[in-house]
């Protein structure tokens, strides 16, 4: 494995890979800073340009990416109580009112040195669970995959937000998306209506763009938009603002806060966005002044941006070792590494090592440019903040339309871009969550032929599928899950439907 | 108010279900089998539009179930009945801006392949800029001027560096 890893380093410390990923990172810090604009449309513009690059060169801007995407929400959250994404949510609560008290400079140095190690932590959590997983994963046959795919689509709609009957009912709908054109093992042309561009099915790329993307624009043009008008203080920033027994009193909040970050970042459907309120509130519980948080204490800074960092390696893990993606960024990754022609999953370690190991040493590499980044240029993303969204946002929707058209040349794509954009924007409307019918749309072809290719094995019986020992498992906790998701439900309202 | 529109939305969202669900299974009678081992290709379509079925049905009772249910609702009252018109009126706006902002997708979209890239994209940028902005912000030149260089740089960019041939429409 390690010298997997130096293989991994030597491949990417070329001068072109260095530049790629440095372009990810700042692309991505720009993305993430600036609010309404997230890591996931960031990666939704990039993906068409990785068309033409190697393997290798498209992950190094996708990791990039990523990487700056998450971090880059700690500058607004800090400056203007805005977060940037939804990974910085917890970094308002405390990082703003240490600027207002004048140690905006400290809270950058807190949020961004924790960053990066909850980064690396995760990283290396990543490089020790994902290849053995993938391993016991590649003695997984058709009744295992079935089980493991149907799992992680149940606790993807009982984990994200909302009534677990929503939740279910997007996961099917994207299924049902997914079963547009070709089947499986026969390949007959299904619910084409007729129409020959359908034949194939909906392309992966215009579906994820329109859903994560074009929706959301939809959503924000409800209002006009009216440039920033709060003040931004930033006073002299010197140093990482903190002394080394500062930064040694924080290491118990740290490693707690990223495994949190890594553990929650492992379960599909939810990451930094949950990982970094999940760790807050836990430092704070376990604080000895909890009544100091929420008024400026640089614990909960480091809670929520250890936490967020760390929900990075953990969403890789399943992706890599499984080919199922955590949450939505890593299924835009799936989106990157499909154009290639690699199937991420338990075979993905033993047929394309060298890209695997290129793939945790970009994340190092992005991970350190991405602090030399924020230490260096922080003058510039703040400058960015004031760019208006009115301007940044067309050209986004057109970049969307490039990307959509680029895949196969076809304005065929453009349609149905707008399609997914405005059904996500109605499914946002009536408060359904949109994670898991991307997800459906990934996982329902892959578990429709493992059932057809297992039931093939097993002459039509459905029993195997629920007896073997590993499904057991896996049917097991994805009941647990649901009863837990629906008691809780009841408990806090009665009402299930409105929360 | 806000908590009928709600009401209003969980029962279009119920019902849209349900009819996809209905038109998905009687879609999948025209299926026809390929193979004799296993199930056949329309198994799987089968199983999920009788889940949505099942899960919207539920779905709809819930909803049906509390739509009797009182909504406290206060006395309206000389500033109550303001704020709420105003609100009204607020919602009616909100969503035609977020029409306005498909219709102008849709049409872009459309005339990329009749008028090209370059002229469709300068056309769209200048009209989405506009109905995001709010009118004391808009600076016409730097919109036009902002229009022109990004349609024009994404499409040489697209061009020469990663070989994609966006269309050039009746005037290419």
Redesign the interface.
């Given at each position: 494995m390690g010298a997997d890893l130096l293989q991994g380093f030597s491949a990417m410390l070329v001068p072109y890979h260095i530049l790629l990923i440095g372009l990810g990172v700042g692309l991505g810090l720009v993305f993430g800073s600036v609010p309404g604009l997230t890591a996931t449309m960031a990666i939704a513009i990039c993906l068409p340009i990785t068309f033409t690059m190697d393997p290798g060169a498209g992950m190094a801007l996708l990791m990039g990416l990523y990487i700056g995407g998450v971090s880059g929400g700690l500058i607004p959250a800090i400056l203007l109580k805005l977060p940037g994404t939804p990974s910085s949510i917890s970094t308002t609560f405390d990082g703003y009112p240490m600027a207002q008290n004048g140690e905006a400079g400290k809270a950058f140095g807190y949020a961004i040195v924790f960053s990066f190690l909850g980064g690396l932590l995760s990283i290396a959590a990543l490089i020790l669970i994902a290849p053995p997983l993938a391993n016991i994963a590649l003695r997984f046959g058709p009744m295992e995959y079935f089980a493991i795919t149907m799992f992680a689509l149940t606790l993807i709609s009982s984990l994200s937000e909302g009534s677990i009957i929503k939740g279910m009912l997007s996961a099917l709908l994207g299924m049902s998306l997914a079963m547009v054109g070709s089947a499986p093992i026969d390949a007959y042309a299904r619910f084409t209506f007729g129409v020959d561009q359908l034949n194939g099915g909906f392309n992966l790329l215009p579906a994820l763009i329109g859903l994560f993307a074009v929706s959301e624009i939809i959503r924000i043009a409800e209002n006009k938009i009216n440039p920033l008008s709060k003040k931004i203080v930033v006073d002299k920033i010197k140093g990482f603002g903190f002394t080394l027994k500062e930064f040694f009193k924080q290491s118990w909040n740290f490693l707690r806060s990223s495994i949190i970050g890594i553990s929650i970042g492992i379960l599909p459907g939810i990451g930094g966005g949950t990982a970094n309120i999940v760790a807050y509130a836990t430092a704070k519980n376990q604080s000895k002044n909890p009544e100091k948080f929420g008024k400026g204490t640089p614990d909960g800074v480091v809670a929520s941006e250890s936490a967020n960092n760390a929900a990075v390696g953990g969403a890789l893990v399943p992706l890599m070792a499984l080919g199922i993606p955590g949450d939505t960024v890593t299924a835009m990754l799936i989106g990157g590494l499909v154009i290639h022609g690699i199937q991420p999953g338990p075979l993905f370690f033993s047929q394309n090592v060298d890209i695997v190991y290129g793939i945790f040493a970009a994340l190092i590499i992005a991970n350190i440019a991405m602090i030399i980044f924020l230490f260096f240029g922080m003058r510039f993303f703040i400058k960015i903040l004031s760019i208006p969204r009115h301007v940044l946002l067309p050209i986004i929707i057109v970049l969307c339309a490039v990307g959509a058209f680029a895949e196969n040349n076809r304005v065929f794509d453009m349609g149905a871009l707008l399609f997914f954009g405005v059904l996500g924007y109605l499914l946002i409307k009536m408060k359904f969550p949109i994670t898991p019918i991307i997800l459906g749309f990934i996982l329902g072809p892959i578990a429709e032929l493992n059932l057809r290719r297992g039931l093939m094995a097993t002459q039509g019986d459905f029993l195997p599928f629920l007896t073997s020992p590993i499904p057991l498992a896996f049917w097991s906790i994805a009941v647990i899950a649901i009863v837990l998701k629906v008691r809780k439900n009841y408990k806090k309202k009665g009402d299930v439907l409105y929360d | 108010m806000e908590v009928i529109d709600?009401k209003v939305?969980?029962l279009?969202?119920a019902i849209a279900?349900l009819l996809?669900s209905i038109f998905?299974y009687v879609?999948?009678n025209n299926?026809?089998?390929?193979?004799d081992?296993?199930?056949?290709?329309?198994?799987?379509?089968k199983l999920?539009?009788i889940?949505?079925f099942i899960?919207?049905a539920?779905?709809l009772i819930?909803?049906l179930k509390?739509w009797k249910k009182p909504i406290a609702e206060k006395e309206e009252v000389g500033e109550e009945q303001v704020k709420r018109d105003y609100k009204k009126f607020h919602i009616k706006k909100?969503?035609r801006?977020?029409f306005?902002?498909?219709l102008a997708?849709?049409l872009?979209?459309f005339s990329?392949?009749i008028l090209g890239f370059l002229l469709s994209?300068i056309i769209?940028?200048l009209l989405?800029?506009f109905?995001?902005?709010?009118r004391k912000?808009w600076n016409i030149p730097v919109?036009l001027i902002?229009s022109i260089v990004?349609?024009c740089s994404?499409y040489y960019i697209?061009r020469l560096v990663?070989?994609?041939?966006?269309?050039v429409g009746i005037f290419g």
């Open positions: - | 709600t939305r969980e279009i969202s279900f996809f998905m879609s999948t299926i026809r089998s390929m193979t081992m296993g199930v056949g290709p329309d198994f799987a379509p999920v539009a889940g949505i899960l919207s539920i779905h819930k909803v509390d909100k969503y801006n977020a306005l902002t498909i997708i849709a872009y979209f990329v392949p994209t769209y940028l989405q800029m109905l995001l902005g709010e912000y919109f902002l990004v349609a994404v697209f990663f070989e994609v041939r966006l269309p």
